[in-house]
């Protein structure tokens, strides 16, 4: 079974800095997705960016991107010129894309919650 | 374009009371999921349906049943409340069971005393 690890329960950033936050996960299988997740005090899930496994380039999406590490089974999160509504629990999420693997959903990690600074 | 919708939004159960959250979704998606989320824990899955007609235990499905009563809902039912579910309950959509984001309902906060 694949289990995702988020090791910062908690991250605290200045308004407009930049934020990494980190994700790691352990899977035998060699093709898969990773997702970021955020969701803000609402309870919302929004999906905020995805990768899939067999792509070396980065995703990227606006200020959102992430640094994919495949060998080191990595996926961080960086959140530039963070801003007040970036504020949320961020969510690392892994899905198997083996035949039939990715049938049960995706596997969370249990969560960072990051606050923006004023 | 409403997504995923979850009823109730709240619900306030004693314990060994039976309740069904309803959950449907509008967009034609096959797959359909359940999931917890607690304090410190992340989202658990519960049950998930791949397609129509099919259901699947997940991490955490015992007290839960579930049925997939046609493509659009999935419902999921707690015959018998206990406080250990008191927790966070998500409604996911797919579409397919491969390489496709999850779509979130806005959750149901079940209190169980």
């Not at chain 1, 969701?39 to 992430?66: D, G, H």
């Not at chain 2, 109730?8 to 069904?20: A, D, H, W, Y």
């Not at chain 2, 397609?51 to 015959?79: I, W």
Request: charged residues 15%; proline residues 4%.
């Amino acid at each position: 079974a694949q289990t995702v690890t988020q090791s910062q329960p908690e991250m605290s950033v200045q308004e407009a800095e930049t934020v990494t936050l980190s994700c790691t996960y352990d899977t035998s299988e060699s093709d898969y997705y990773l997702f970021w997740y955020k969701q803000p005090p609402s309870r919302q899930m929004i999906l905020v960016i995805r990768q899939e496994a067999y792509k070396q380039q980065n995703a990227t999406e606006n200020r959102f991107s992430v640094n994919f590490q495949k060998a080191a089974k990595s996926f961080s999160l960086k959140i530039s010129d963070s801003q007040l509504g970036d504020a949320a629990m961020y969510f690392c999420a892994y899905r198997s894309a083996a035949p039939g693997g990715g049938a049960d959903g995706l596997t969370f990690g249990k969560g960072t919650h990051l606050i923006i600074q004023p | 374009n409403a997504g995923v919708t979850q009823t109730p939004k709240f619900q306030v159960l004693k314990t060994g009371q039976s309740m069904t959250l309803q959950c449907a979704q509008d967009m034609n998606h096959n797959s359909m999921y359940w999931y917890r989320q607690d304090p410190g824990m992340g989202l658990r899955l519960i049950y998930y349906s791949a397609s129509e007609g099919t259901t699947d235990k997940g991490e955490v499905p015992n007290g839960y049943n579930v049925s997939r009563l046609n493509k659009r809902e999935f419902s999921l039912r707690l015959e018998s409340a206990a406080p250990s579910q008191t927790s966070v309950y998500f409604c996911a959509s797919s579409l397919d069971s491969l390489r496709s984001p999850l779509h979130f309902g806005n959750g149901t906060r079940l209190t169980v005393t």
